[in-house]
């Protein structure tokens, strides 16, 4: 069975939102958004900070019971104007969750839009079934109980949706949160904290001239003209003469970012995908794919009261060159230290690896399945690998293309061997999830399969591989494993 979009629409049973629909039309918007008439401010409204989600109860074992209501909503994102979203708690991004390492909660998603859903936790290390398998519905009107153990060292996660054929199209919509994991040794190291310490998601959309959003479902990647930052367009945030820690997160469906700061300013790198670095690491600019995080600090404390620094992207131009702007309002006394050293990493020793898999991305050959993983497009009942539980794998990700690709691997945290043969850049010498795959090149990975273990009969306790380039996913470039004992 080939995967196929139309053959997923077809089979829903409930007509998607008008939103997901308006493919075919051309508006855009104007002056930072590229033409058209309406205007999209430019650093006049303020940063969005989502709420932190409370707990609702706990569970007969005494876990935490969040609940997160995914709507339709109608909402003020351009300003004096509607649009039509999919959110959790019915906004975009939705509630933050916050836990710490080793602490079990269950989220409830209770799905009360008319479209299908499956809700994946991005980075997160969890039992087998609860990853948001694409084909693991959660029907309108209906619930589903994830169960995490956060049995991970803290890093900056987000969920998002993962519906089969449809990821791009919902998380596009606004299916997209952060998931903040922390724990008692991270919050000792006098990090920036509390008002100092900040999680951001990037994204790029495109709007008509009624506020509406336009998604047209490109298979070579949905970009936008139109910045938001955490739901919000081009906006400014006031921070005093201090330092700031930002999560930072491209929660863009294509777009990748080349971010630096107009003032000169150097960013101090402390962590990535999988959590804090093993030292910090000095940049000029932050290079960021689709679903990677970089925790970064920016510190204010040489600026003056009344500078503005924007934050720019290289990557861009028109409405996609600025992403927001820092305002410094405030002189603040700064008691937040950066350690010389953050936080020791296991080295995975490529001589334990017990095999070797080879993963070809490539172009299909048509029939609605443009992209492919070692020859084969997505089949959800086909299961490319077996790895064994407790063991370790080397996987080498190879890019037969000329565009990148970043290649996402569920359930455990990877190190990089090498890119193109060359040892990693130290930002990118952490625990990961998400590796830039560049054109024509190859990067290996190193990884040990623990703890849980999945049902080879059954397809849901798989967990994915994919492009995270949310169109080639949605296209078939994605495959599947099953942790076995």
Known sequence: MTTSRRRFLKTVGAAAPALLLARTGLARMGSAGGGGSTTVPLFELPLNIPPVAQPVGTDVAGRPIYEIRQRNASVEILPGLQTDILGYDGMTPGPTITVDSNQEVIVRQINETNVRTTTHLHGGHMPAGNDGHPVDNVDPGTSKDYYYTNKQVPATLWYHDHTMDVTGDQVYAGLAGFYLISDDYERSLGLPSGDHEVAIVIQDRTFAADGSLIYRDNIMGELGDTILVNGTPYPYFEVGTARYRFRILNGSNARRYNLRLSNGASFVQIGSDGGLLEAPVTRTSLDIAPAERLDVIIDFGQASVGDQIILENTAGSGGTAQIMRFDVVRVEDDPSVIPSFLRQIERLDPAAAVQTRRWVFSMGGGGGTPWVINGQPYDENRVDAFPRVGTTEIWELVNRTGMMHPVHIHDIMWQVLDVNGRPPAPEDAGWKDTFKVPPGGTVRVIGRFDDYVGDPNE???????????????????????????
């Open 459 to 485: 397809i849901t306790t798989a967990y994915m591989m994919h492009c995270h380039i949310l169109e080639h996913e949605d296209h078939a470039m994605m495959t599947q494993f099953i942790v076995v004992e």
